[in-house]
């Protein structure tokens, strides 16, 4: 079950654009990052040995895993989204 499934698009959204952030601003800017499908990214380090990518590929998946994603307002956002969608369509309401 990915971010989209568990807390709306929204969120998975605002998930992916702080990742990609994250990755970015570990490399050097002579390396690439490219989102390559659903949820993965991949990256290109220019001129990097194996285990120096390994090093800086943990370094970058630690900070990732210890960013806290507080997406509490856009989940509440998109839980009203669909709670007016299956009340009918096409209405003002407040939640």
């Known amino acids: 079950m990915d971010a989209d499934d ?7 959204d605002y998930v992916l654009v702080e990742v990609s952030r994250q ?3 570990g490399l050097p800017s002579t390396d690439m990052v ?4 659903g949820e993965e ?9 194996i285990d120096d990518a390994l090093t800086i590929a943990e370094k970058i998946r ?3 895993a210890d960013t806290p994603f507080d997406d509490s307002w856009l989940g509440r ?3 009203a989204l669909y709670k007016s969608k299956r009340s009918g369509r096409n209405a003002v309401r407040a939640y």
Request: proline letters at 0%; a positive charge.
């Open 6 to 12: 568990r807390h709306g698009h929204q969120a998975g």
């Open 23 to 25: 990755l970015q601003d």
């Open 62 to 64: 630690g900070r990732i």
């Open 77 to 79: 956002a998109d839980e």
């Open 41 to 49: 990214f991949v990256t290109l380090l220019r001129n990097c040995r």
């Open 34 to 37: 490219a989102r390559w499908a």
